[in-house]
């Protein structure tokens, strides 16, 4: 059903959780993969994972230069997935402005350089991984809900500015994968315990989950403009 066949998609962010989960989904459609990030010993084990059968590229997106120096380079895309950033979370009078510039330089402000410099076929995609708190906040996450709520308004923006390359956003729920080690091991437990009864999917989502839904998008082409969850149902709950 989903078809990706010779055509060139690229993951910034794909060596590792839910930027490695869409490149094993886009592999599985036929697609040729290349995963981006920083780390070399990252992007190997990911390689690895994979079966060796991506492409690597070493990028930073916080960097303007290495961004636009990668895309001048690396020729057309078909699909562009961006699933980048961390950190920010906490009340804003205790945050450092040091603190909230990066949480948006790290995810909105790379977004918007990767969007900018990446040259991606007519009719093929671009997706941004957002999160759950630009439309639904939760205590001491303001500065989250910032930066998700701006990704989401830069993606129906591009979908505008881009037709007919299309722009969509991904909302992933709770997805196990290495972002949560910044938490405790027992606190972790217990959260991971909490989210299994609480949400309707009754389980942790995996970032295959997240991939097979990015994957759809890259081959549904009247799919542009939207920004929807993959989320075990955790908006409603
Ligand atoms: N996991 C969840 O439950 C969840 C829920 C909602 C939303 N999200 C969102 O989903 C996205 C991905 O999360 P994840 O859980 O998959 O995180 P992850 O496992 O930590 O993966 C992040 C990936 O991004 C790369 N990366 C980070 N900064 C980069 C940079 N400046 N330049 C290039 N690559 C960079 C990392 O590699 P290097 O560090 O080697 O560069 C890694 O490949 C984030 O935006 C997160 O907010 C996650």
Not at 19 to 42: P, Y
Not at 134 to 139: D, L, N, R
Request: aromatic share 6%; charged share 20%.
């Amino acid at each position: 059903m989903f078809e990706l066949e010779g055509q060139r998609v690229l993951i910034a962010g794909g060596s590792s959780g839910i930027g490695l989960g869409t490149a094993k989904i886009a592999l599985e459609a036929g697609a040729d993969v290349t995963i981006a990030g920083r780390s070399a010993e990252r992007l190997e084990a990911a390689v690895a994972s994979l079966g060796g059968k991506v492409e690597t590229a070493s990028l930073d997106a916080t960097s303007d230069a290495a961004v636009e120096d990668y895309f001048a380079k690396s020729g057309n895309w078909d699909h562009v997935v961006t699933t980048l950033g961390k950190g920010g979370r906490g009340l804003i009078q205790d945050l450092e402005m040091k603190t909230a510039l990066t949480a948006m330089d790290d995810k909105f402000w790379a977004y918007f350089r990767i969007a900018r410099a990446a040259k991606i076929t007519k009719g093929g995609s671009l997706t941004f991984i957002t999160g759950g708190l630009g439309q639904k906040p939760a205590p001491g996450a303001a500065m989250l809900s910032a930066t998700n709520a701006a990704v989401e308004g830069l993606t129906l923006g591009l979908a505008i500015d881009f037709a007919p390359t299309r722009a969509s956003g991904m909302i992933p729920g709770p997805i196990d994968t290495p972002l949560w080690e910044q938490m405790p091991p027992d606190a972790r437990k217990q959260y991971f315990e909490m989210i299994e009864n609480k949400l309707p999917a009754r389980r942790f989502g995996a970032p295959e989950d997240v991939g097979k839904a990015v994957v759809m998008l890259m081959c549904n082409s009247f799919m542009t403009g939207v920004v929807f969850q993959v989320d075990g149902g955790s908006a409603i709950v």
